[in-house]
């Protein structure tokens, strides 16, 4: 791990310097598509450490999906799913209500590697249901519709699929 072990007695100011690494690291880990899932998986295990000894349950889950996400890139889609079910139970009420729709798309995300059509179905499509047009995070909705037009293709399903892609790239626009 990179710095979990050197968390235990240090100062305010370095655990704060921490927390800001953490932070700024999440926030590259959440949109990298380059990073290698290993290194990724690594990262995450190491800024998890530093939200659990702050008791951040909202920044924990985060770097859970992220690891949930890295697993299942690196081919160990049931371990993602049970990082990514653990990653769920630490959402409170003081979490921010976005990353509800994020679990979601993690979870359609696996369910795809899965091969598990109808629970991605049925995740997306109470997700898109509940969708707020006033989010303005479309890259997540784009994810869902995406996710969900793959799975109705793979079922043969081609005009739920041609309809889903179709919102997609009416929200690419």
Sequence with gaps: MFCSTALFGQGSAEKEKNQLWADSLLEIMRGSQSMGASLKLELADSIYSIYKTKGDRCKMLEARMVSAVAINDLGQPDSALSSLIQAESMFTSTCDSMLLPRIALNYSYIYLSLDEFSRLDSICEKSLREWNDKWSDKDLLMGILNNLSISKAYQGQ????????????KNAR
Aim: aromatic share 16%; no cysteine.
């Design 158 to 169: 081609f005009k739920e699929a041609d309809r889903a892609f179709r919102e997609l790239l």
